[in-house]
């Protein structure tokens, strides 16, 4: 196994299975992309008994779409979502400044999992993160977005409210994706990560 993979592992899975200390957060980024509302040409029947499929229309109208900056918390399971029209460094950055403003100043350390696109590592990312010196950057290996909890927590929004997207306009689609941030962190939780994870 090469060195600097097995190390960067080692590191995440500290991350995730270690008891952290009261002075620390532990937070897992990434973006859902173009999300769209794809109104569909005919409506979608209602499921019905006896588990027979949903049809649906496959043919839709173009309204947008939506990119969905999302941070897991792995310690309590609570999520930070923020929906905007654009995927850029200034929309990472104001993910960024929403964890940063609901951590308490007793909080020291946060530590940020997330992938290696350019956006998490830009100049303006850089400036920021040389500005909020409690944040740490930690980058999984390349095609290993599974090291990422964000990516978990976005299976089960896609299975819950994404899995036939008929929505009427992207204000809709917003709508229910914010609703649902907001039904899961009434009942959130951590996902349950131990070291056979990474074996």
């Known amino acids: 196994m090469d060195a600097a993979f097995r190390a960067t592992v080692l590191e995440i899975m500290d991350l995730y ?41 496959h043919e839709y109208e173009r309204k947008g779409a939506l990119q969905l900056f999302a941070a897991f918390n ?11 029209r654009r995927k850029r460094q200034v929309e990472f950055i104001e993910l960024l400044d ?12 946060i530590h940020i999992v997330c992938d290696n696109i350019s956006i998490h590592k830009g ?8 500005k909020h010196t409690r944040f740490r950057m930690h980058f999984t290996p390349v095609h290993c977005s599974w090291m990422n909890q964000v990516e978990q927590w976005f299976s089960i929004l896609q299975r819950k409210r994404l899995t036939a997207p008929n929505f009427a306009d992207l204000d809709a689609l917003e709508e229910r994706l914010l609703a649902f941030i907001d039904e899961w962190n009434v009942h959130a939780h951590p996902f349950n990560w131990t070291t056979k994870s990474f074996d």
């Open 123 to 130: 100049k303006r990312v850089q400036a920021w993160l040389a």
């Open 17 to 57: 299975t270690r008891a952290p200390a009261p002075h620390e957060q532990i937070w897992s980024l990434d973006e859902k992309t173009s999300l769209q509302p794809r109104t569909r040409s005919a409506a979608n029947l209602p499921a019905r008994p006896g588990n027979v499929p949903i049809l649906v229309e």
């Open 98 to 109: 929403a964890i940063d403003e609901q951590a308490a100043d007793d909080v020291t350390e």
């Open 74 to 84: 792995t310690q309590t399971g609570k999520v930070i979502g923020l929906l905007r």
